[in-house]
């Protein structure tokens, strides 16, 4: 093409100054601009008569492809997609800076002299870490001054989340938001191919919120690796657990007081403890998505069933006294003013054994989280003597 444009650019050029001195050269000269023009034409035709045959139009060769993904659709590529689609959107898969810097930050921030090491977990946005969680936060500290609390949260872990925590922090308490590392945490684990599972589609995370289940597996890991407390953010600390060693706390006893059920909103146990191992392990093995509790609170009373009593396993479970001493059903009432309706008795006895016998109070925040803590009910006395700053106590 260049020798094209090149030689018609002359010939018109000359065609133009000359025209004016004689209609043969101008004759001439456009009988050799079609000689030329159709010498080039010819090369070209032949020299591209070879890659006729494996250069193909980009529209053919993108119907081709088309076609040839439909074809080799098989139902096993329809599933991962399918298992792909359902991963959450949030941050807790993706790798960076923040990551990276996960272990360095724990060992860093451990180092300081605590008097307890505690870890929650926070897979939701900074503007729902709400004034029921902050007090849950507030509640530690009143109970353990020199404690240190980690926040397993990439959202918290942000210029917002550290607004939220500040008030706290000026007052000089050892708290702090971390984005996790998973992959680091689960490495040498028994959940560590599970995880990459999830990640490839090649597990169903099921119908449930793959956050949750990945924060049962996340508290797991943590305190495998690390070792401490851990506490769901819906759990008021109401004395030191300066004292406790490996424990796990009964939801519910039977007639005989032997348990029924153990949960896992409170965990204490020293790092690489073989009974976290198993916990981890039987997640792995048993995960199952699509049933609630499944892979958190019925998993530890599976494990705990099997091995408790077991050579190798050193662990102590507290009555629910302890950890859950109001059930589900009956939290509402914690709320709420005291009438002769609602038996006061029963309102004043619950108040005593929760100050003489209880470490804390989980809040089952899927029940009461609407709930107003109304002034004068046994929530907002212990919501008085156990927090900090003591803001916005009768909300929600």
Request: aromatic share 12%; proline share 5%; charged share 20%.
């Amino acid at each position: 093409m260049k020798f094209k444009r090149v030689v018609s650019h002359e010939i018109f050029g000359h065609r133009l100054v000359s025209r004016s001195k004689s209609p043969v050269i101008s004759v001439v000269l456009f009988s050799l601009l079609l000689f030329f023009m159709f010498a080039y034409g010819i090369i070209s035709n032949i020299s591209l008569q070879p890659a006729a045959f494996s250069v193909l139009p980009i529209s053919f060769i993108i119907s081709t492809q088309r076609n040839m993904i439909v074809e080799g659709d098989s139902e096993n590529d329809q599933f991962h997609r399918g298992i792909l689609r359902k991963l959450p959107e949030n941050e807790i898969f993706r790798s960076d800076e923040l990551t990276e810097k996960f272990h360095g930050r724990v060992q860093e921030f451990f180092n300081h002299k605590c008097e307890v090491q505690f870890f929650m977990t926070w897979i939701s946005t900074a503007e729902s870490f709400g004034p029921r969680q902050i007090l849950a936060v507030e509640s530690v500290f009143k109970a353990h001054p020199h404690g240190c609390l980690m926040i397993l949260s990439r959202a918290l872990d942000s210029a917002q989340g550290h607004m939220i925590l500040k008030p706290l922090l000026d007052r000089g308490f050892k708290v702090q938001a971390v984005t996790p590392d998973l992959p680091f945490l689960l490495k040498n684990t028994p959940a560590e191919a599970w995880f990459n599972d999830i990640k490839s589609g090649e597990k169903d995370p099921g119908g449930i919120p793959l956050a949750q289940n990945l924060s049962n597996l996340m508290r797991l890991a943590a305190l495998y690796k690390y070792g401490g407390v851990y506490l769901d953010t819906d759990f008021i600390v109401l004395k030191s657990f300066k004292g406790l060693k490996n424990t796990i706390g009964a939801q519910s006893i039977n007639s005989a007081k032997n348990w029924m059920r153990l949960n896992n909103a409170v965990l204490v146990f020293d790092m690489n403890h073989p009974l976290l191992y198993k916990f981890i392990e039987e997640f792995a093995l048993t995960f199952d998505g699509n049933k609630w509790g499944h892979n958190g609170p019925y998993m530890v009373s599976r494990v705990v069933h099997k091995v408790e009593g077991r050579p190798g396993y050193n662990f102590t479970i507290l009555p629910p006294v302890a950890f859950y001493p109001v059930d589900w059903i009956k939290i509402v009432r914690l709320f709420k003013v005291p009438s002769q309706q609602a038996d006061p008795k029963w309102f004043e006895a619950k108040l005593q054994e929760l100050n003489e016998k209880s470490y804390g109070l989980h809040l089952w925040n899927k029940r009461s989280s609407e709930l107003m803590v109304e002034e004068g009910s046994a929530m907002g006395k212990l919501l008085s003597e156990h927090c900090v700053l003591c803001n916005q106590i009768y909300s929600s």
